[in-house]
């Protein structure tokens, strides 16, 4: 019914950017907050950027500065423009959203299948 669809990642080289998208589809009353998470091999989950539905953001240090998130509420999309990508950069990112689906009292997270970053020369 709901449904997060990555796409973006890829391979590149150390300094070199790189744009992920992500779009939510399906029978949608609101999206509210959403971002952008990671996950290195043998580390922990973390969160890298968020959006509120109000445009507010907020970065994890290590990437403050470097990354920008941003979102298109008509399309339902939000983005994350990657500069300056750094081999640490190296994770799986996914993408969350917290939606209300139409006809449903809740709101629930929702995620992204996935997809590898990989920063390397």
């Known amino acids: 019914q709901v449904q997060l669809v990555e796409s973006g990642g890829g391979l590149v080289q150390p300094g070199g950017s790189l744009r992920l998208s992500c779009a939510a589809s399906?029978?949608?009353?609101?999206?509210?907050?959403m971002g952008w998470y990671r996950q290195a091999p043998g580390k922990e989950r973390e969160l890298v950027a968020q959006?509120?539905?109000?445009?507010?953001?907020k970065y994890l240090v290590s990437v403050n500065g470097r990354f920008t998130i941003s979102r298109d509420n008509a399309k339902n999309t939000v983005y994350l423009q990657m500069n300056s990508l750094k081999p640490e950069d190296t994770a799986v990112y996914y993408c969350?959203?917290?939606?209300?689906?139409?006809?449903?009292?809740?709101?629930?997270?929702?995620w992204g299948q996935g997809t590898q970053v990989t920063v390397s020369s």
């Open positions: 969350n959203a917290d939606i209300k689906p139409i006809r449903d009292d809740s709101e629930y997270d929702y």
């Open positions: 399906g029978s949608i009353f609101s999206v509210n907050d």
């Open positions: 959006i509120t539905n109000g445009g507010q953001t």
